[in-house]
């Protein structure tokens, strides 16, 4: 009997562990709950409307299956699937970037892993003086391939 029972107890908690493990049993719950709040709904229903009417116009074209908001509040744009997608320069706002580290990507052959996050200056202190991409400027004749590599000096 006691030979099962030393048998038996490191079966069951190596069960449970694994089961701990794989489960979302650790996984933090939500830490907020919606508001129904009549002026947050609003805000929604606008932010929404403003969304929809840069897509018709061709100037929001996001990476992500919910799109993000945040491009429409800062930018008044999003290209951030035109950004992630060019090879060795893979960038996008933040919202679009924290959707890609959870796997919640839209757009095909993205490797989430390699996505940076750019603020396009809205911050102040992104790559100062660079000219961001203007949603109303032709880029596609740009050069995008990564920069050369910098050979290292030997002493």
Excluded at 36 to 43: A, F, G, I, R, T
Excluded at 53 to 79: H, P, T
Excluded at 125 to 143: A, C, K, L, Q, T
């Amino acid at each position: 009997m006691k030979k099962l029972l030393y048998i038996l107890l490191p079966v069951i908690l190596i069960i449970l562990g694994y089961f701990l493990y794989t489960t979302e049993f650790w996984e933090p719950k939500g830490y907020y709950t919606e508001t129904n709040e009549p002026s947050v709904e609003q805000l929604r229903d606008k932010l929404e409307t403003a969304k929809e009417d840069l897509r018709e116009k061709g100037k929001y074209n996001c990476c992500i299956q919910n799109d993000c908001s945040w491009c429409a509040i800062y930018l008044g744009y999003c290209i951030c699937a035109d950004l992630i997608v060019t090879e060795g320069r893979e960038q996008s706002c933040p919202e679009c970037a924290a959707a890609w580290n959870r796997k919640l990507g839209k757009t095909p052959g993205v490797d989430p892993d390699a996505i940076e996050v750019i603020t396009f200056g809205v911050y102040g202190f992104e790559n100062e003086g660079e000219p961001y991409p203007n949603i109303e400027e032709d880029h596609s004749d740009e050069d995008v391939s990564p920069p050369e590599e910098k050979k290292k000096l030997v002493p």
